[in-house]
């Protein structure tokens, strides 16, 4: 049963996530407990999540191209609907409904618990141990040492997101953000220093989520073939320098012609893919707006293969938001004010959202290090190379990356400018 709490001294919670993406690189054994998740079958909500959580990914994409429009986009949709989903289990009343409603649900056709049920099977799904691809996401919750957990809550974010808990005293502020940044380098393997900054003093809960992610390419590009000074059209007066990758493969591709753009998958060596989808020249926001979870699931009946004369710029790109207004703007709005409603989480009064930020990293090279396998030398004949399209992405392209079980959207964005890190 939910009730309204009063309100006393405000006390804040901080959502962060982070995203990590390391791509092209060797397989490396994936540490950690070896968990039986339920096979999917056994849950129908993780086939309808698979769309709910692509068309938040794309509603949310929307918003970020009005906040920065013409840069860079890149961010992990499926991290921050599995972190708002987690949060949502100590929320009650409209907190909680404003939640889940923004992320996509109809609480009438899906009771929560199948909801929480459903990115329970899903982070187990991500986090199950693959070969030669490494895939973990997870939770750290950061709660002051004074405040009073209910243990139901505790043991719901433990058992559905996998969620480690630490006693945090925030009274220290710089203490209690180097404990934070501590634990995020770790996980991140020293990639993501210094992650928080900012901590107010009457900061008592933070929430940090991240993936992390690093595959090889099923058909790993020859080095050899890179192109150090080629030239990619930022905007119809700005062209950069980028490295150019150069293969010719067989690729899953199509042209749409109702969205005016072609699309490219590129295989992981195992259970992943990426989605390059390159717009005709001034068609890019026609394509942004007409994105959905049936756009997808059409490219993946459409797609076929053949041999592409294909060329993908190496670079690397980052992106840090500050997701609070956006969210504000999308419907979560109880959850920041003082009317904050989460008495499932804790015996305090008083207990809303003051933060929420995410951060994205993502590296596109050729095959990551020397270990990697030579690619395989294949003959053609000069017929298979005339033919062969040519797909060159040397404009502002999208980019998606999926988990192949779950099709997860992983990360999705816009390269604009592939020398702007």
């Given at each position: 049963?939910?009730?309204?709490?009063?309100?006393?001294?405000?006390?804040?919670?901080?959502?962060?996530?982070?995203?990590?993406?390391?791509h092209c690189a060797p397989?490396?054994?994936?540490?950690?407990?070896?968990?039986?998740?339920?096979?999917?079958?056994?849950?129908?909500?993780?086939?309808?999540?698979?769309?709910?959580?692509?068309?938040?990914?794309?509603?949310?994409?929307?918003?970020?191209?009005?906040?920065?429009?013409?840069?860079?986009?890149?961010?992990?949709?499926?991290?921050?609907?599995?972190?708002?989903?987690?949060?949502?289990?100590?929320?009650?009343?409209?907190?909680?409904?404003?939640?889940?409603?923004?992320?996509?649900?109809?609480?009438?056709?899906?009771?929560?618990?199948?909801?929480?049920?459903?990115?329970?099977?899903?982070?187990?799904?991500?986090?199950?141990?693959?070969?030669?691809?490494?895939?973990?996401?997870?939770?750290?919750?950061?709660?002051?040492?004074?405040?009073?957990?209910?243990?139901?809550?505790?043991?719901?974010?433990?058992?559905?997101?996998?969620?480690?808990?630490?006693?945090?005293?925030?009274?220290?502020?710089?203490?209690?953000?180097?404990?934070?940044?501590?634990?995020?380098?770790?996980?991140?393997?020293?990639?993501?220093?210094?992650?928080?900054?900012?901590?107010?003093?009457?900061?008592?809960?933070?929430?940090?989520?991240?993936?992390?992610?690093?595959?090889?390419?099923?058909?790993?590009?020859?080095?050899?073939?890179?192109?150090?000074?080629?030239?990619?059209?930022?905007?119809?007066?700005?062209?950069?320098?980028?490295?150019?990758?150069?293969?010719?493969?067989?690729?899953?591709?199509?042209?749409?012609?109702?969205?005016?753009?072609?699309?490219?998958?590129?295989?992981?060596?195992?259970?992943?893919?990426?989605?390059?989808?390159?717009?005709?020249?001034?068609?890019?926001?026609?394509?942004?707006?007409?994105?959905?979870?049936?756009?997808?699931?059409?490219?993946?009946?459409?797609?076929?293969?053949?041999?592409?004369?294909?060329?993908?710029?190496?670079?690397?790109?980052?992106?840090?938001?500050?997701?609070?207004?956006?969210?504000?703007?999308?419907?979560?709005?109880?959850?920041?004010?003082?009317?904050?409603?989460?008495?499932?989480?804790?015996?305090?009064?008083?207990?809303?959202?003051?933060?929420?930020?995410?951060?994205?990293?993502?590296?596109?090279?050729?095959?990551?290090?020397?270990?990697?396998?030579?690619?395989?030398?294949?003959?053609?004949?000069?017929?298979?190379?005339?033919?062969?399209?040519?797909?060159?992405?040397?404009?502002?392209?999208?980019?998606?990356?999926?988990?192949?079980?779950?099709?997860?959207?992983?990360?999705?964005?816009?390269?604009?400018?592939?020398m702007k890190v």
């Amino acid at each position: 049963m939910c009730y309204n709490l009063p309100s006393k001294m405000p006390l804040f919670l901080c959502l962060v996530l982070l995203v990590l993406g390391l791509h092209c690189a060797p397989p490396n054994s994936t540490e950690g407990k070896v968990t039986t998740c339920h096979s999917p079958q056994q849950n129908a909500t993780l086939y309808k999540m698979s769309s709910i959580n692509a068309d938040f990914a794309f509603n949310l994409y929307r918003r970020f191209t009005v906040e920065t429009p013409d840069q860079n986009i890149f961010f992990s949709p499926v991290s921050i609907s599995a972190a708002l989903a987690m949060l949502s289990i100590g929320a009650c009343s409209s907190t909680q409904t404003q939640i889940l409603e923004s992320l996509g649900f109809n609480l009438t056709d899906t009771p929560t618990t199948e909801i929480q049920q459903g990115f329970q099977h899903l982070i187990c799904s991500l986090n199950f141990p693959k070969k030669e691809l490494e895939l973990q996401m997870g939770n750290f919750l950061f709660i002051g040492k004074q405040l009073k957990l209910l243990p139901k809550f505790l043991d719901d974010v433990k058992r559905l997101y996998e969620t480690e808990v630490f006693s945090t005293n925030f009274s220290n502020v710089s203490a209690a953000q180097q404990e934070i940044n501590s634990h995020v380098e770790k996980q991140t393997k020293g990639k993501v220093v210094g992650l928080i900054q900012d901590l107010k003093p009457n900061t008592i809960m933070v929430l940090v989520n991240y993936i992390h992610f690093k595959a090889q390419w099923a058909n790993p590009f020859d080095p050899s073939k890179t192109e150090e000074g080629s030239s990619f059209s930022v905007d119809k007066t700005t062209t950069v320098q980028v490295p150019m990758m150069h293969q010719m493969e067989q690729y899953y591709h199509l042209v749409d012609a109702d969205l005016n753009c072609t699309v490219l998958q590129m295989d992981y060596s195992k259970n992943a893919l990426a989605l390059f989808v390159l717009p005709k020249e001034g068609q890019m926001e026609w394509v942004e707006g007409a994105m959905s979870s049936k756009t997808l699931k059409k490219w993946n009946r459409l797609l076929q293969k053949g041999w592409i004369n294909l060329f993908v710029p190496k670079f690397s790109i980052s992106a840090t938001y500050d997701l609070g207004a956006i969210l504000l703007k999308m419907g979560i709005q109880d959850a920041f004010a003082d009317n904050a409603n989460f008495p499932g989480l804790t015996e305090d009064n008083g207990l809303k959202l003051s933060k929420a930020a995410h951060k994205a990293v993502l590296h596109i090279g050729e095959k990551g290090t020397e270990a990697v396998a030579a690619p395989e030398v294949r003959f053609l004949d000069q017929a298979e190379i005339t033919l062969s399209p040519i797909i060159q992405l040397d404009r502002s392209f999208l980019l998606l990356i999926l988990e192949k079980s779950t099709r997860s959207i992983l990360f999705l964005g816009k390269v604009v400018d592939p020398m702007k890190v």
